[in-house]
């Protein structure tokens, strides 16, 4: 038995996949770009800033099979022009650095998709 678990071990690490490793993702992968969504949504919301901010760039995106997957995406934002509680207005980020106030966050999110859940695991930013 500990040889089968051995040879699948050795068979994944050779393979450059090892199962509850942390690994590099498309950021434009729809699961990914769901994730992020959830996670700008509970940053914004949490926020004390009376203005939405947004994603100006995704820096990484990475993955991590657990019960479920945990998305750790790091990304560039800015506050945009458009005011809290707005749901249904277009925003684009702010291009002046005084007024976009840019600055970078990642993100862990936690994904049951069977479950229909997300849960916001941690949120750095600075």
């Not at 800015?78 to 600055?103: F, I, M």
């Amino acid at each position: 038995m500990w040889r089968c678990v051995f040879l699948a071990a050795l068979f994944a690490v050779g393979f450059g996949f090892m199962t509850g490793g942390l690994t590099d993702i498309d950021s434009h992968d729809a699961a990914v770009l769901g994730a992020l969504k959830y996670a700008v949504q509970t940053h914004n919301n949490r926020s004390n800033d009376m203005y939405v901010s947004q994603v100006t760039e995704v820096i990484r995106a990475q993955s991590q099979v657990v019960t479920g997957v945990n998305y750790i995406i790091t990304v560039k934002m800015a506050r945009t022009s458009c005011r809290k509680g707005r749901d249904n207005e277009v925003c684009s980020a702010l291009t002046d650095p005084q007024l976009a106030q840019p600055y970078q966050c990642k993100f862990s999110v936690w994904s049951r998709p069977w479950l229909n859940e997300m849960t916001v695991l941690e949120e750095k930013c600075n």
